[in-house]
């Protein structure tokens, strides 16, 4: 079979010296107007401090409870432990989100590859189709939260409820999108591909698949947000340990400086989390542009 036309595309030339120049340009001004945007939130917030208006021991301002690092590092210490300098406190800190950082990782992987062949054996085989179609349009309104109970029940404690619970996130979701992809695939690609003598499995690798990627990405990082948010309540409840397991700690003992420094954590966490995925994404879809992507 001659090579489709999305199949036959290759990567684009090395970047000339121009348009890397235009690139670290557009990338530094994504970065000063990143700061801009952080730096207005922390100056309201301060300013609402000084006019007496956030209460410090409810709402500390940034520069109360980022203040003294070492007395918050030392809560993410290991039970028993008595690390509480600011260098070797910041270890277990990095344990921990390093521990976090896995779950959602693999939670994603598994729910994302998973989902994706899930849909095609959906929509290739009939039988296989009439048999799971139903169920997993029951089972999709259902919070995976409420999934908590049964995770803890069935895995018992430790890090595969909260992976478990970050797979539901997305599972369910990209099912129902690639089967949407997959039947919204222009008609002109694979009449194209048909004269060109593409076999149905030539047709789904070089027409289909290509084609259904790039919305999927997509429905991947919007849902990404979802993930970080069911895998904190896991370990705050089914795991016991991980960030939101600090979080959960930090309420108890009602400390809030604790609780807001977590927080920053997990945002920059899941903000770089979303700037990888970003990147990813327009590594494996070298075959369409920045604006299709995403990439902003």
Not at 164 to 171: E, K, M
Request: aromatic share 12%; with cysteine; proline share 7%.
């Amino acid at each position: 079979m001659s090579a489709l036309p999305m199949a036959s595309a290759k990567p684009a030339a090395p970047p000339t010296s121009s348009a890397r120049q235009k690139r670290l340009a557009a990338a530094f001004q994504r970065s000063l107007w990143w700061l801009a945007s952080v730096g207005s939130l922390v100056a309201i917030w301060e300013l609402c401090w000084l006019a007496g208006l956030a209460d410090p021991l409810l709402l500390p301002p940034p520069h109360i409870f980022l203040a003294n690092l070492p007395e918050q590092f030392k809560f993410f210490a290991p039970a028993g432990s008595s690390e509480d300098g600011e260098a070797g406190g910041m270890l277990p800190v990095l344990a921990v989100m390093a521990w976090t950082s896995m779950r959602v990782i693999v939670g994603l992987a598994v729910g994302f590859v998973g989902a994706v062949a899930v849909g095609v054996a959906i929509r290739y085989f009939r039988l296989f189709g009439l048999l799971t179609l139903p169920t997993i349009t029951l089972l999709t309104p259902i919070s995976p939260v409420a999934w908590l109970p049964v995770a803890v029940f069935v895995f018992g404690i430790g890090d595969v409820p909260a992976i478990f619970l970050v797979f539901i996130s997305v599972f369910f979701v990209i099912v129902l999108s690639t089967l949407s992809q997959i039947d919204n695939v222009p008609p002109s690609y694979l009449h194209v591909g048909r004269i060109m003598g593409a076999t149905k499995h030539q047709l789904f690798r070089h027409v289909i698949l290509p084609t259904i990627l790039p919305s999927l990405f997509v429905t991947l990082r919007l849902n990404l947000f979802a993930a970080w948010m069911v895998v904190l309540i896991a370990e705050a409840v089914g795991v016991g340990s991980g960030l939101g397991q600090v979080v959960m700690m930090a309420r108890n003992t009602f400390n809030s400086s604790l609780v807001f420094f977590t927080m920053t954590l997990i945002g920059l966490l899941g903000y770089g989390f979303d700037r990888a995925l970003l990147l990813v994404q327009q590594r494996v879809l070298w075959w369409v542009g920045p604006s299709a992507t995403g990439g902003k």
